[in-house]
C-alpha cells in the first residue's frame, strides 16, 4: 500500500473524461492498495 498527499491549489478526478469531483485549495491524497494489503495495512495509513 502506498500513498501520497499533495497540497493542490485545485485538483479534480476524471472518468472518461467526465470530471466526478474537484476542488480549490486543499489536500489530494492518492492510495494505492494491491491484493494482499491487509487490514494492518490500513490502519498504519
Do not use: F, T
Not at 6 to 15: E, G, H, I, M, Y
Not at 29 to 36: H, M, N, S
Amino acid at each position: 500500500m502506498k500513498a501520497v498527499i499533495q497540497r493542490v491549489s485545485k485538483a479534480s478526478v476524471s472518468v472518461d473524461g467526465e470530471i466526478i469531483s474537484s476542488i480549490g485549495n486543499g489536500l489530494c491524497v492518492l492510495i494505492g492498495i494491491k491484493r494482499d494489503d491487509e487490514v494492518a495495512d490500513m490502519k498504519y495509513m
